[in-house]
Structure formats: structure tokens, C-alpha cells
């Protein structure tokens, strides 16, 4: 199994990798509705995480159980760092900031990630930074802003959540980067699998400090469990194997531009939840962002 995981992916179109990682961060688009939902129902941030990744470490610890540590001490603390910055961290840091400022705003910050990370690439690896790759990110930018602000200047910023927010995207930079040293030297199975143990150990410290969320009432049972299954097995298990794969096979610099696709995806589920018109706005952006990223992964 795991000989056949390192080379999944060879000798196949760029173009699947390319449709895969979009599927996955509209699947991640819609997290930002699913995790309200659980938040209005009682769910703190940090158990929504921690629910979220242990359903998804049992899931992947069936498929993946011979190999239980890394080769070297280093290797394990690489994993238990990309634990911190692509898993507990990142979604606790997110999700708190759901709580303090608007969806619109987290969602349109978070897309500063594929910028940072194209930055720090620069400056650790000494990535080169093709012109042609700013340009898009630029536009893709713009057409996120358009989505999010809806012609509006009112931003109803909140400095508290927003600059938690920016975080959040600085530790998707990083994660990225870590990512594409990790996948290079082991299975795609293996590195997710660890992401997900270290992501859940950490916020289980983290839980140590706050208060048990209170039990859904009887009628709000099933939307919880629901939204849980749909973060911990499709938005997790499914979507980190599948990202943490064509990362490796796309680069973190041009995977990471799908990201601004994700407030797009948010935009076009809360109309159909819960009603919230789409405008011109929304629609311009949303040839904006597909134009930018095209740019960009071309």
C-alpha cells in the first residue's frame, strides 16, 4: 500500500490534479457555514476541531497503521509541527475568529495564504517567484475582495478576529512549505496520518482550559451530527488525503492559489442555506478569482 501511495499521481494529467484540489477547497468552503452552524448549536472551536480530527484519525489509521514514527526524531517533529500549523492551530485560531468577526471577513483574509506562501517559499527555499504567478494571485485577490465586499465599503472590521485570522493564513503558509518536504520523503497516508494525531493531541492541551461544550438539545441533534460527519470524514479525512497528494504533485506555491476559490464557495452556499441573494458583485468576483487562479497554475 504504501509503495503505491508514493507514486500516485505519475504519469497523470496535470489538468485531474488540478480539478481535484478545487474540489477540495470547495469542500472547504463550505466548512465556514457547516462550523456556524455548530457554533449557534453550543460547539466550542476547539472541540469542533478536535471532533472533526479524531473522526478522521480513525478513519486513516484503518488504512494506514504498519508505520507507526518517522525515520528520524527530526522527521517526527516536522509532522508534529505541520500537526500544529495545518491542523489544532490553524482551525482553532479560524474558528475562534468566526466568533469575534463576520464570515466574509475570515473567509477573504485566509486568502492572503497562497501570497504568504509563495513569500515564504521565497525565503526559506529560495523559491523563485514568477511575475506571472503575482499577477494572477493579484487579481484573484481583487476578485475575492469584490465577492466578500459586495460593493460595500463597510468592512465591519474587527481587529481581535481579523488579525487572528491573518495568523491562520500564515500558519497555512507554513504548512504548505513543511508539506512539500514531508510528502517528498514519505506516504501520502503516513504524513496525513500524523497530521491528524498531532493536530488532535495538541488541542486536547489546549481543551484542558476550557469548559465542556453543552449537549445540543434533543431537535438540534441530528443538524450537529451531521455537520460533525461532514467536517470529520468529507472535509478531513477525504479532503487532506486528496490535498496533501496533489500538493506534492502540483507544488504548494501554485496548490495553494485554489484557495481563493474558497470565499466563492462560502458565498454561493450561505445563498442557498440560508437565503443571502447573489449580486453582480458576487458574479464579477467570481470571474475575477477563476481568471487568477487560471493565470497563476497555467
Known amino acids: 500500500m504504501n509503495a503505491a501511495t508514493v507514486n500516485i499521481g505519475a504519469g497523470r494529467p496535470a489538468l485531474v490534479s488540478n480539478i481535484l484540489v478545487l474540489l477540495t477547497v470547495a469542500m472547504w468552503g463550505l466548512t465556514f457555514v457547516s462550523t456556524k452552524v455548530l457554533i449557534t448549536h453550543g460547539l466550542t472551536p476547539t472541540w469542533i476541531f478536535i471532533s472533526r480530527f479524531a473522526m478522521a484519525y480513525l478513519c486513516i489509521l484503518a488504512l494506514s497503521h504498519k508505520k507507526l514514527w518517522s525515520d528520524t526524531r527530526k522527521d517526527e517533529l516536522y509532522m508534529a509541527a505541520m500537526g500544529l500549523t495545518g491542523g489544532s492551530l490553524y482551525f482553532i485560531s479560524e474558528n475562534t475568529a468566526l466568533q469575534l468577526t463576520y464570515a ?27 511575475i506571472r504567478a503575482v499577477v494572477g494571485s493579484l487579481i484573484a485577490l481583487c476578485g475575492v475582495s469584490a465577492v466578500i465586499l459586495n460593493g460595500s465599503m463597510n468592512l465591519g472590521l474587527n481587529p481581535a478576529g481579523d488579525l487572528l485570522t491573518l495568523f491562520a493564513a500564515l500558519l497555512w503558509a507554513a504548512y504548505c512549505l513543511l508539506l512539500k518536504r514531508m510528502t517528498s520523503r514519505y506516504p501520502n497516508l503516513f504524513v496525513t496520518r500524523k497530521i491528524f494525531f498531532y493536530g488532535c493531541a495538541s488541542a486536547l492541551l489546549v481543551s484542558v482550559f476550557e469548559p465542556l461544550p453543552r449537549l445540543p438539545e ?66 464579477a468576483g467570481g470571474l475575477a478569482i477563476v481568471g487568477g487562479v487560471y493565470l497563476t497554475a497555467k
Open 104 to 130: 466574509s471577513n475570515v473567509s477573504l483574509i485566509i486568502c492572503a495564504a497562497p501570497v504568504l506562501t509563495m513569500i515564504l517559499g521565497a525565503v526559506l527555499y529560495k523559491d523563485r517567484i514568477r
Open 218 to 283: 434533543a431537535g438540534s441533534l441530528m443538524p450537529v451530527v451531521l455537520n460533525l460527519l461532514f467536517l470529520g470524514i468529507v472535509a478531513s479525512f477525504l479532503c487532506y488525503i486528496i490535498w496533501n497528494r496533489e500538493v506534492k504533485i502540483l507544488g504548494p506555491e501554485k496548490a495553494a492559489n485554489y484557495i481563493y476559490f474558497i470565499p466563492l464557495v462560502t458565498i454561493v452556499a450561505s445563498s442557498l442555506i440560508l437565503g443571502e441573494p447573489i449580486t453582480l458583485w458576487m458574479i
